[in-house]
């Protein structure tokens, strides 16, 4: 079974920074691409930022800029590095995997507390 385990979350001031990290068990290459959803209180699940394991990232409009995901193969982790964060930053951070078969399935972590005080 695949395991997500993310770490880093916390609480920062308002233009402060904070680097997530989510470590996946196995090998980072059995998937088609990794990457961050967020939640906050009483709203849907959206996407931050994906990387896929042969193309460019992405990041949802908001967070252009001041967010960047990566990854270290060797490591089998993925990395989102969080600057200039905003009050509206707030949010329950999920780290995803998605596997490469055709009927492909998504794996979840646990899931970080990101808090952005003004």
């Known amino acids: 079974q695949v395991q997500l385990v993310e770490s880093g979350g916390g609480l920062v001031q308002a233009g402060g920074s904070l680097r997530l990290s989510c470590a996946v068990s196995?090998?980072?290459?059995?998937?088609?691409?990794m990457g961050w959803y967020r939640q906050a209180p009483g709203k849907q699940r959206v996407l931050v930022a994906v990387?896929?394991?042969?193309?460019?990232?992405n990041y949802t409009g908001s967070v252009k800029g001041r967010f960047t995901i990566s990854r270290d193969n060797a490591k089998n982790t993925v990395y989102l590095q969080m600057n200039s964060l905003k009050p509206e930053d707030t949010a329950v951070y999920y780290c995803?995997?998605?596997?490469?078969?055709?009927?492909?399935?998504?794996?979840w972590g646990q899931g970080t507390q990101v808090t952005v005080s003004s």
């Open positions: 995803y995997a998605l596997t490469r078969e055709v009927n492909a399935r998504y794996f």
């Open positions: 196995g090998s980072i290459f059995s998937f088609s691409a």
């Open positions: 990387i896929p394991s042969g193309g460019n990232t």
